[in-house]
């Protein structure tokens, strides 16, 4: 099994940053992609960004590219989503989601294998 926690979400001002943290712990080895996607209320979840664990492979929604940039840190077995230039449409509570082998670019959530609980970003406007 894989645990996955995130953290870094908040309240922030439109035009402002936040940059979410996702740690993985249990049979990370196990894992190859990671990924970060987020749900408004009232919307379905939608994919956002990613990556694999080596750094690579790296995609993002058309909403958020050029905005948001995904990076990992292997010796803290850590997933980043740094979010500049947020706009009230980003908030949602943003989910980690970790996938098994074999890599590659995945972006529906059902390629997935495990989730973590969510933190919750509100951009005001």
């Known amino acids: 099994q894989v645990q996955l926690v995130e953290s870094g979400g908040g309240l922030v001002q439109a035009g402002g940053s936040l940059r979410l943290s996702c740690a993985a712990s249990g049979r990370t080895f196990s894992t190859q992609v990671m990924g970060w996607f987020r749900q408004a209320p009232g919307k379905e979840r939608e994919f956002v960004a990613t990556i694999t664990w080596s750094g690579g492979n790296r995609y993002y929604s058309t909403s958020v590219k050029g905005r948001f940039t995904i990076s990992t840190d292997n010796a803290k077995n850590t997933v980043y989503l740094q979010m500049n230039r947020l706009k009230p449409e980003d908030t949602a509570v943003y989910y980690c989601?970790?996938?098994?082998?074999?890599?590659?670019?995945?972006?529906?959530?059902?390629?997935?294998?495990?989730w973590g609980q969510g933190t919750q970003v509100t951009v005001s406007s």
């Open positions: 989601a970790a996938r098994r082998a074999p890599g590659g670019i995945y972006y529906w959530e059902n390629d997935y294998d495990y």
